[in-house]
Structures are given as structure tokens and as C-alpha cells.
């Protein structure tokens, strides 16, 4: 008689019986092998010596939420990966994780980044604005003595608190001095060198060498000693002076006075910066919150609106010129090669991918070089004498050849794959109906098309409309007026962005943030409209 059958198909195996007690989900596991476990056990302490590591600064920084979060993450990590449950989110956190570190917290970060006034001369607090003015305004204090410095720490090099190891060239002294004043050292604790007269070694100090010293330059820069007759402050890394401070704060008005002219700046917290009576601002400022006053730059203030809206305009016409130019060019070839009439297809769309094989930086620099006014291959080939990149609509044409030149092997690629799809059976009922190329081109083949290909002209003008490299690589966003060298004729938002962030001119973080936000919110908007539309046509001839 038969083995009595669990199931259809199914067959019990003498001796293979799950054991008393055990889940249905234990018995589907496959067990664990030594190197999955040994491989497991790695990145747990992996994640566990990261999560140790990044502890420090947030306890330091007393930034009890970032710890909590740092806490609670970690501990659902081991809690999920040392189980045997929940297989579908073994998988998806790694993902998750990713997504949150390298596109949520980035963008959240340039959202607010947005509504401060972030950039050169208000990066950090308003203690560190207080500390950058007074140390700007030190001047040397006539007949004082100049010291010979050596850079020495308490502790570690890299991390110690810095102190100033001086030696009077003049009476042999030796001091120390760090934020907390100056004081007297033991001549006998010290080793000073004959030769330069700077202290080499010193009881209690580790004394850094001149790498170790350059690394913490700014921090050497800044500390300031001080003195009943002002303070010292390095000049080098070798040489120290005692100067006093011609501007100091004064806490009780909260404001910035000069000694030497009397002037005075107090401060302003909604602009993060020391005005005077006149409006003058003092360089140096702190970061603080603008709300939206950024916004209303980007939309209001001429200096920053005409520039902007001239550039969106152009941003446009660029996209959709590069997406419209490589679309109709790319079709028109695919057409061209669709007919059955055509004898040698197979070469022809070899060389005609050419340009899409190609590495498009390394292409973009090789146009731009053929647009040489005096030595390039267009002028010198067709006679020219065209200043291609130096006038503002000759730059653009030249931006838009090149982009039609990298980009219609793409379109000729998806518009072949798409005229494939399209059954000549519908073609060639409207030539028996009567209707010319022309109107069967126009009523069936370019309608499904367009439903077939809507997505990618979204996709290539979404990509277009941020198309940093071909603005980069080839005009550098010129020419540029006379009297406003961060704004070109041929620039992007992108790269006018890019110009505001990290240009020569000085670094507009929050203000480029804001412009970040405008460019995604136009891209999105399009991209949203247009899908709305290619849903319709999809609806229409479905």
C-alpha cells in the first residue's frame, strides 16, 4: 500500500521529518554556511565600528537626536540581520538606506540651505565672526618684540589644542601661549636651536613639524595670545609678533568698535552681519536664517533676476532645441533606413552610432577645439572667419550643432525600435485608401510615434535642461558681458548655480541652493504636464 500523500504531487521522505517544534518558516531556510556567517559577522562589525565612529562627534556636539536616530538605526540593523524573519527587508534596507543618505538628506540639506545666507562671510557662528574680525584688524604694536614660533599641541598632533611655543630673540625667554594668555616657560625644560633661535622641544608639548603645522593652518591663523599690551599672532609658521586688535566687541551694545576711526557696526541678526549707522557691513558675518528672502532675490532683485530669467529662457530654448533638433534628425534617418527600398541598413546604422559610442566629454572637448577661430577645423575648412565662441548667438548655435551631433544616434536608435513596433499593415492601408507618404506619416506613423516615444523626449528634455557637461566642456558658459562675469550667454540655471556655489566672485551657498530649488520645481512641473499629455495620446490610440 502507498504512502499516504501530504499533498498533490508531494511524497513524505522516511527519516527527512521536520523536528518536533520547529516553524514553517525555520524549515524553509536554507542553513546558514560558515563564509555567509563569516561574511555576516563582517559587516555587523562593519556597521557597528561606523555607528561607534559617528557616536563621538554628535556626543561632543550634544546632538542627542542625531544620537538617538544613530542609536535606534543600529540597533534595528542587528535586530533584523541576526534573525531569521522578515527576508523581504533584509533586502530593502540596504536600498533604503542608500537612498536616504545620498538623495533624501542631500536634498533636504539644499532645502534649507535655501533659507540662510550660507556662503563666504557667513559660514559659521556669530563667536567665530566676533574672533575673524578682531583678528583681521591686529596691527603690530610699534617697538614690540618679535618672537621666533614653533607650532606645538597638547596631545595629539592632529587634534590637540594648539599653543605657541615662543622665544625672544633678544632676551632668550621662552613662552608658551594659547587662547588662556602667555606664560614664562623653565629655559631648562626647553631645547632652542642655535641656529634659527625657535624652540625644538619643549617638556609637556608635542612640537610639530612644518607638514603637520601647514595641515592645521586656519587653526594656527586664528588662535590669537592675549597680552596686557594686546595680543600675538603668528605671521607664518615660523615667526610671531605681538600686535593689538584696532576693532574689539563690546557685548553690552553687541557691537564692533574701531579705535582708530571710532566708527561703529552693531549687530544685525536678521542679516547675520555688523551694520553701521550709513548700512556699511562689516566682511565677515555669521549664518542665520533669511527665510525667504532669497526667493524674493531670485524674483525681484535686478541684479539677480535678470540674470536668472535670461538664463531660464535660454535654458529652454536649449532643451528643447537639443531634444527637438536629435528627434526630428534621428527620426528622419531611422525612416530613411525603415524603407525596404534601402540596400545596406546594417552598415549604415554602425557608422551612425558612432557618436553615441563615443565617451561625450572627451567629444565635447574635441568640438570645442574644432570651433577655434584660428586654427579650427570648420573656419579653416569652409573659409570662415567666425568667432564662434566670443558672440552670444554664434556661441549658441555652436552649443546646439554639438548637442545634435552627440545626441541624434540616440533618438535614431529608440525611433528605429519604435517603427519595428508599428505593423505595416496600417501604413499600407492608407496607401490603398489614397493618402500620400506624407498623410500616412502624418495620421499613423508619427501619432504612434509619439505615444511610443513621449516618455524619452521627456526623459532627454529633463536631462537637457541640466546638461552641465555641454556647456562646460565647451563654451565655460560664456561669452560673458564686461560687467557681470558670473552670468554668460550660453550658461544653464545649472551652471550659473555651479557659478553662484564655488565661483571666483565669492560663494553664494544659500542663494544657489534657491536656485536648485527652482530648477527642480520647472523640471518637474514639465515632466508632470507632459505626462499628463502622453497618458491622453496613450488613451487615444490604445
Same mark, same amino acid.
Given at each position: ?5 501530504s499533498?498533490?504531487? @508531494? ?6 521529518e521536520p523536528a518536533?517544534?520547529?516553524s514553517?518558516?525555520?524549515?524553509n531556510h536554507?542553513?546558514i ?15 557597528? *565600528? ?6 563621538f562627534p ?20 542587528f535586530y ?10 533584509k ?8 537612498l ?21 562671510g ?13 583678528? @583681521?584688524? /591686529?596691527?603690530?604694536?610699534?617697538g614690540s618684540t ?31 601661549g594659547?587662547?588662556g ?5 623653565d629655559?631648562g625644560?626647553?631645547?632652542?636651536s @642655535? ?15 612644518? *607638514?603637520q ?11 590669537? #595670545? ?22 574689539a566687541?563690546?557685548?553690552?551694545c ?16 536678521k542679516v547675520g552681519?555688523?551694520?553701521a549707522?550709513? *548700512?556699511?557691513r ?7 536664517n533669511?527665510?525667504?528672502?532669497n526667493? *524674493?532675490?531670485v524674483l ?25 533638433l536629435?528627434?526630428?534628425l ?9 524603407s ?6 546594417? /552598415? ?10 563615443m ?10 577645439d ?16 567666425v568667432?564662434?565662441?566670443?558672440g ?20 535614431f536608435?529608440v ?8 505593423p ?12 500620400s ?11 504612434l ?6 516618455p ?13 557637461n555641454?556647456i562646460l ?18 550658461d ?7 557659478r ?7 560663494a ?14 520647472i ?16 488613451? #487615444?490610440?490604445?
Amino acid at each position: 500500500m502507498s504512502a499516504p500523500l501530504s499533498g498533490p504531487g @508531494s511524497r513524505r521522505t522516511p527519516g527527512r521529518e521536520p523536528a518536533p517544534g520547529t516553524s514553517r518558516t525555520a524549515r524553509n531556510h536554507a542553513p546558514i554556511t560558515a563564509t555567509g556567517l563569516v561574511v555576516k559577522v563582517v559587516l555587523l562589525g562593519l556597521v557597528a *565600528g561606523i555607528a561607534i565612529w559617528a557616536a563621538f562627534p554628535l556626543v561632543e556636539a550634544e546632538h542627542w537626536i542625531g544620537l538617538a536616530v544613530l542609536v535606534a538605526t543600529t540597533v534595528a540593523l542587528f535586530y533584523l540581520y541576526l534573525g531569521r524573519r522578515h527576508i523581504p527587508a533584509k533586502y530593502l534596507v540596504p536600498g533604503t538606506l542608500f537612498l536616504v543618505a545620498f538623495q533624501i538628506l542631500p536634498v533636504l540639506f539644499t532645502a534649507s540651505t535655501a533659507f540662510t545666507n550660507y556662503g563666504d562671510g557667513h559660514r559659521g557662528s556669530k563667536a567665530d565672526a566676533v574672533v575673524a574680525i578682531q583678528t @583681521s584688524s /591686529v596691527k603690530q604694536v610699534p617697538g614690540s618684540t618679535e618672537y621666533a614660533l614653533t607650532i606645538a599641541t597638547k596631545g595629539d598632533p592632529a587634534t590637540g589644542a594648539l599653543v605657541f611655543l615662543l622665544s625672544d630673540p633678544k632676551s632668550k625667554e621662552v613662552f608658551a601661549g594659547d587662547a588662556g594668555g602667555l606664560r614664562p616657560l623653565d629655559a631648562g625644560a626647553v631645547t632652542v636651536s @642655535s641656529l634659527s633661535g625657535r624652540i625644538t622641544a619643549a617638556d609637556g608639548y608635542t612640537v610639530l613639524n612644518i *607638514g603637520q603645522a601647514s595641515s592645521r593652518s586656519d587653526a594656527v591663523t586664528a588662535l590669537i #595670545v592675549p597680552t596686557d599690551a594686546g595680543a600675538i599672532r603668528s605671521n607664518g609658521l615660523t615667526r610671531a609678533y605681538e600686535g593689538k586688535a584696532a576693532r574689539a566687541y563690546d557685548a553690552g551694545c553687541d557691537c564692533v568698535t574701531d579705535s582708530e576711526s571710532g566708527r561703529t557696526w552693531t549687530a544685525d541678526e536678521k542679516v547675520g552681519s555688523f551694520v553701521a549707522a550709513d *548700512g556699511e557691513r562689516l566682511t565677515q558675518g555669521w549664518k542665520v536664517n533669511v527665510g525667504l528672502e532669497n526667493f *524674493g532675490a531670485v524674483l525681484t532683485d535686478p541684479n539677480i533676476s535678470g540674470p536668472f530669467f535670461g538664463t531660464l529662457a535660454w535654458n529652454f530654448a536649449f532643451a528643447i532645441g537639443s531634444t527637438g533638433l536629435t528627434f526630428l534628425l534621428g527620426m528622419a534617418i531611422a525612416l530613411a533606413l525603415h524603407s525596404h527600398r534601402m540596400r545596406g541598413t546594417n /552598415v549604415y546604422r554602425v557608422l551612425l552610432i558612432l557618436p553615441y559610442a563615443m565617451p561625450s566629454f572627451a567629444m565635447l572637448l574635441v568640438w570645442r577645439d574644432m570651433f577655434n577661430t584660428d586654427f579650427g577645423l570648420l573656419n579653416n575648412l569652409f573659409g570662415l572667419d567666425v568667432d564662434w565662441f566670443g558672440g552670444t548667438w554664434s556661441a549658441r548655435i555652436a552649443v546646439l550643432l554639438v548637442q545634435l551631433w552627440l545626441g541624434y544616434p540616440y533618438m535614431f536608435l529608440v525611433a528605429t525600435g519604435a517603427l519595428q513596433a508599428i505593423p505595416r499593415e496600417l501604413t499600407e492601408a492608407t496607401s490603398v485608401d489614397g493618402a500620400s507618404p506624407w498623410q500616412s506619416f502624418r495620421a499613423v506613423t508619427l501619432p504612434l510615434l509619439l505615444v511610443a516615444l513621449s516618455p524619452l523626449l521627456i526623459a532627454s528634455f529633463a536631462f537637457n535642461f541640466n546638461n552641465v557637461n555641454a556647456i562646460l566642456f565647451t563654451t565655460e558658459g560664456g561669452p560673458f558681458a564686461p560687467d557681470n562675469p558670473r552670468n554668460g550667454a550660453t550658461d544653464l540655471l545649472i551652471t550659473y548655480t555651479y557659478r553662484l556655489a564655488f565661483g571666483a566672485q565669492g560663494a553664494e551657498y544659500g542663494l544657489a541652493a534657491t536656485v536648485s530649488i527652482f530648477i527642480f520645481a520647472i523640471v518637474a512641473t514639465v515632466s508632470a504636464i507632459s505626462f499628463r499629455r502622453t497618458r491622453k495620446q496613450e488613451e #487615444v490610440y490604445s
